[in-house]
Each structure stands twice: as C-alpha cells, then as structure tokens.
C-alpha cells in the first residue's frame, strides 16, 4: 500500500494558512500525490475565530472545498480543512512534508500532521 499522509490546519489562521497552501500548491506538481476526495462538505458549516475578516476567509474557503481538484474539507468539528494524499513512496511522502513543514516554520503556522499506515494480512 501506498503511505498516505493527512493535512489539516485551522480555519483561524486563514491568512498563514493561505500561504502555506500556496506551497502546497507548487509542490503538488513536484510530488504528484495520488488525490483522495474527502465527502460531506455540504453538511458542515465553518467555525471561525473572532478576530478574523470572516468575508474575506469565507472566499478562500468556499475555493478550496467548492473545486473538485483540490480535495480539501470542512473538518468534522468545523474549526479547520483538512486534505488527504497518497504518495508513491516513503521517500516522496517525507519530501512532501519536509518542502511544506519548511514554509510552515517560516510562516509561523504549524499544521495538524497524522500518518496513516494500512497493513494488508492475507
């Protein structure tokens, strides 16, 4: 089976996480994870901090759930997006996380990070 990594960040930090996106974005090319569309964003409503311009975070929002190629989703508390991948390799997993975890440390944003390991018996 493939490794296969889930990413998630708060929905509070909208502007850092904005630009760790970005990354993510470019180094998608690079990686090309295998995509996994997470359902139910129809259902859950976003949970925003207080001090936040809620107009213009709903914007970006709305652009990371609504495509259908990006894969990200509400998570189930409401309080973040969260996106699964699979990648090729441990290699290119851990080289996906090391570009990402580098412009997390410059933005200050410091994302969820989980591994998920399935072992088939048989």
């Not at 996106?21 to 569309?37: D, G």
Request: with cysteine; charged share 25%; net charge positive.
């Amino acid at each position: 089976m493939r490794p296969q990594l889930r990413f998630s960040t708060r929905l509070a930090c909208a502007n850092q996480a904005s630009k760790v996106l970005n990354v993510w974005a470019q180094t998608w090319t690079r990686y090309q994870p295998q995509r996994i569309h997470t359902s139910g964003n129809e259902e859950r409503n976003p949970v925003y901090s207080e001090e936040e311009d809620i107009e213009r975070i709903s914007g970006e929002v709305a652009s990371l759930i609504h495509k259908t190629d990006r894969g990200w989703a509400i998570s189930e508390n409401g309080k973040g997006l969260e996106r699964s991948f699979k990648f090729k390799s441990f290699k290119t997993t851990w080289g996906f996380m090391n570009v990402i975890a580098k412009q997390c440390a410059v933005q200050r944003h410091h994302p969820e990070w989980s591994n998920v390991r399935f072992r088939h018996w048989g």
